[in-house]
């Protein structure tokens, strides 16, 4: 495990900061190092849905409920970090959630901040690439953008969470989302049944 390479995760600023607060700690808590970059409009997006304060200048992950010695954060300004270049390789890389906006820069080769310069070297690298939109409904832009994006090599999977596994909470109804964003990324993990496998009594 020690061996294995680094995931990327970058946060932006669509709604859904659960699914990535959640995809960190399973993350984590598979052995993994995870290199973080969070947008600005990020930081407003946690204050609103889960009343947590993040400096980008001081980031302390105290709203992690895993042991974070494997976690490494970088400014979404650090053209410098690791990820920024294709000569650092990763095991892929996770945008989540992924605003309207990002997504467009993703689909159009545009880098203004480090979350789509690393966006943008997955695709060139050919590493895997998943991007976690919640918009909804959805423009004919924001389909197109998805469909370049998909074309580019990357995976758009929608926050769109399936019922058939008997959710009770929504904690369940996030970890379906986010076991599946560890199946494209080949993370083991234990968060969901999968279809065809018997239900525990």
Do not use: Y
């Given at each position: 495990m020690a061996t294995e390479?680094?995931?990327?995760?970058?946060?932006t600023g669509g709604s859904g900061a659960l699914y990535a607060v959640r995809l960190l700690e399973v993350l984590l808590g598979s052995?993994?190092?995870?290199?973080?970059?969070?947008?600005?409009?990020?930081?407003?997006?946690?204050?609103?849905?889960?009343?947590?304060?993040?400096?980008?200048?001081?980031?302390?992950?105290?709203?992690?409920?895993?042991e974070t010695a494997r976690l490494h954060y970088f400014h979404?300004?650090?053209?410098?970090?690791?990820?920024a270049s294709g000569s650092y390789l990763t095991g892929g890389m996770v945008v989540v959630?992924?605003?309207?906006?990002?997504?467009?820069?993703?689909?159009?080769?545009?880098?203004?901040?480090?979350?789509?310069?690393?966006?943008?070297?997955?695709l060139k690298e050919r590493r895997p690439l998943v991007v976690v939109p919640r918009e909804a409904p959805l423009s004919l832009i924001a389909i197109e953008n998805m469909a370049a994006t998909t074309?580019?090599?990357?995976?758009?999977l929608p926050a769109s969470p399936g019922f058939y596994h008997g959710p009770k909470t929504i904690d369940d109804l996030?970890?379906?989302?986010?076991?599946?964003?560890?199946?494209q990324l080949g993370v083991a993990h234990s968060l969901t049944e999968r279809w065809g496998e018997e239900r525990s009594p």
């Open positions: 390479k680094p995931i990327v995760v970058g946060v052995g993994r190092h995870v290199h973080l970059t969070l947008s600005e409009a990020a930081v407003q997006v946690f204050k609103q849905e889960l009343d947590v304060e993040i400096d980008l200048n001081a980031f302390r992950p105290s709203f992690l409920n895993a979404f300004q650090d053209w410098f970090a690791p990820m959630p992924c605003s309207g906006g990002t997504l467009a820069a993703i689909a159009h080769g545009l880098s203004s901040n480090l979350v789509q310069r690393a966006a943008e070297v997955h074309r580019a090599g990357a995976t758009v996030v970890d379906f989302v986010v076991a599946r964003i560890c199946d």
